[in-house]
């Protein structure tokens, strides 16, 4: 089964946004097993869009095409794919029925424009969308090939291809099969050495195939290692999932931080909550970051009490009673999370200070990051570390850095 992607945009040729959903589609196609040889970009162009097609299907089984299905004149690849079929577009009035019930539950008047969005090329099937008016489109092109297009905006993409596509593209590829995937994310090593210590396990899943694993880069959050396995039920799949799982987890030990869609900030907060311990927070260099990341998550109040910016010396020294000198300094940082506990009535104290550049500050070297750890049980601890890139880099690596080495604590205490 092979499976080219088409983007369409003539912001994307233009550079005004990045192709990331291509990149996301292709690495579920690669997870479920389907080739994918080409990934292409063209502008709203009709006469582009139906050559495009035309030159991918000539060579693949399928062709996913995302972006211009929406309401306005140059959202054209409803007609470019009813022009490859050789078929006019016709209006489905339980489709143009649920756009304008879309809109009255807005409390907005429907433009008569958004209509367009229900003609489906004649033959072809709309793909629902629970999450925005366009439907998708599955369209039998003759010869056994299929297009499907799917809407630019990244979650409604996301969502119709994971319902939709995906099934479809397995149940035409012949296998009665069901496949399951699960993430394990890691942080805090590269990802030359993650590959050497995987390598045993990907040795071994060669002879089978099944489940395979594949890495995937997520910058500053860290490296992802994906297992996919496939067989006749979803049981049996997850089954030979949760063997590898166990396999890797043996491998990585505490690189290991979380599953699927578990974050940095999510995995803190669900151990902190398992403890039934509240967490405060001192940022200097972060500015705030570090709170930032822990409000992303649902129901954070029940564990975050808040951070406190302590950004100049003076506050330091007035709102958190930091004695130490140099403020960058593991001193300094012990003494702000123990500080953050106080006066934040929390728990467990964190806290971040360092030199995001551009240049060094009372003789400590840019890029220097001191973190502080205070429990409850009165233990405390704090480490220095160097990190790379420039001041917006540092900080953001700051953010992750202190919550991975808090996540780090909380498992070392055991239960
Ligand atoms: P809509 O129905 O919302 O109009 P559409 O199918 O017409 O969607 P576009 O108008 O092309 O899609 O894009 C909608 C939004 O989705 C854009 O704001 C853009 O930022 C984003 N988007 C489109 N294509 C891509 C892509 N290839 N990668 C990432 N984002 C994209
Ligand atoms: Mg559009």
Redesign the pocket.
């Known amino acids: 089964m092979r499976c080219e992607v088409l983007?369409?945009?003539t912001?994307?040729l233009l550079g005004q946004?990045?192709?990331?959903?291509?990149a996301w589609i292709g690495e579920q196609l690669a997870a479920s097993g389907i080739d994918s040889y080409e990934h292409r970009?063209v502008g709203d162009n009709q006469a582009r869009i139906v050559a495009a097609l035309r030159d991918l299907l000539s060579r693949a089984d399928a062709v996913v095409v995302?972006?211009?299905?929406?309401?306005?004149q140059d959202?054209l690849?409803r007609d470019a794919i009813a022009e490859v079929m050789g078929v006019p577009l016709v209006r489905r009035m339980e489709l143009a029925e649920y756009i304008a019930a879309m809109f009255r539950a807005r409390l907005r008047d429907m433009p008569e424009n958004n209509l367009r969005?229900a003609d489906i090329p004649d033959g072809g099937e709309a793909i629902p969308n629970p999450l925005?008016?366009?439907p998708g489109l599955l369209c039998n092109v003759g010869e056994g090939k299929v297009v499907y297009a799917?809407?630019?905006?990244?979650y409604?993409m996301q969502e119709m291809i994971c319902t939709h596509v995906l099934p479809d593209l397995l149940r035409r590829s012949g296998e009665a099969a069901t496949i399951v995937s699960r993430s394990l994310k890691t942080w805090g090593t590269s990802e030359s050495a993650l590959a050497e210590m995987v390598a045993p396990r990907l040795e071994a899943l060669d002879t089978t195939g099944n489940p395979t694993i594949a890495f995937l880069a997520r910058g500053i959050e860290g490296l992802v290692v994906r297992i996919t396995a496939k067989a006749a039920t979803e049981q049996e799949a997850r089954a030979l999932v949760d063997i590898e799982e166990k396999e890797l987890r043996a491998i990585l030990g505490d690189l290991v931080f979380g599953v699927d869609n578990e974050t940095m900030e999510s995995a803190v907060l669900s151990r902190l909550r398992s403890r039934r311990w509240t967490l405060g927070v001192a940022e200097s260099v972060t500015g705030g970051l570090i709170g930032a990341r822990i409000v992303n998550v649902e129901g954070a109040s029940e564990v975050f009490k808040g951070t406190i910016g302590a950004y100049t010396t003076d506050v330091k020294r007035a709102v958190l009673g930091v004695t130490a000198e140099p403020v960058v300094s593991v001193e300094a940082a012990l003494e702000m999370a123990v500080g953050a506990r106080r006066v934040l009535d929390a728990d467990v104290g964190l806290s971040v200070t360092g030199v995001a550049g551009p240049t060094e500050q009372d003789g400590v070297a840019v890029g220097t990051v001191c973190f502080g750890i205070a429990l409850a049980d009165g233990s405390v601890d704090a480490v220095s570390a160097r990190l790379p890139g420039d001041r917006e880099r540092v900080r953001q690596f700051a953010t992750i850095s202190s919550l991975n080495l808090l996540r780090q604590r909380l498992d070392a205490l055991g239960e």
């Open positions: 983007a369409v945009g912001e994307l946004i990045v192709d990331t959903n291509s970009v995302c972006g211009g299905l929406g309401p306005t959202d690849t969005q925005g008016t366009a799917v809407p630019g905006v990244p409604e």
